[in-house]
């Protein structure tokens, strides 16, 4: 397979560039990468806002998740408000005080984006968007069927 393919589909090359891109934020709130991305995810999320909600979102860990949470609900950046019907489930809020995060990341994400695909044409958009929604689809089915 080409270099330049293997090398997107690995997504080294696209997390070193969050980091570096996000590392002030991070550095001036004292929050993870993950801690970032939970607030971003949140910040779009509607009713979509469990911590499995996240963890599918994210594709990641449900521990890695779950301790990345209760650290932002330590610092008061999330809520959490415990479901009506069902108690198993906990829904998560962003509070007041993490709003201005939510604002910078948001902005910070937007111009991220609007550089990575400066020069690229909404159809070449859009054709990049089914292919990757068909190799995740294909990761997905070979993982289930080698039963990780």
Not at 68 to 94: E, F, G, P, W
Not at 101 to 119: D, M, S, Y
């Amino acid at each position: 397979m080409e270099d330049r393919i293997e090398a997107l589909l690995r997504g080294s090359q696209y997390k070193q560039l969050r980091e570096y891109e996000f590392s002030e934020i991070r550095k001036y709130y004292d929050l993870k990468r993950i801690e970032i991305e939970i607030l971003y995810v949140l910040s779009k999320a509607d009713e979509h806002n469990t911590s499995a909600d996240i963890c599918r979102s994210l594709r990641a860990n449900k521990g890695h998740i779950s301790q990345a949470m209760d650290h932002l609900c330590r610092k008061n950046y999330l809520t959490a408000v415990q479901d009506t019907s069902d108690r198993r489930y906990v829904h998560y809020r962003i509070s007041d005080e993490a709003m201005e995060i939510v604002k910078k990341v948001t902005e910070k994400w937007e111009e991220l984006n609007r550089e990575l695909f400066a020069g690229v044409t909404p159809q070449e958009l859009e054709t990049l968007k089914n292919v990757a929604g068909k190799i995740g689809k294909n990761m997905e089915r070979i993982i289930g069927r080698n039963g990780r």
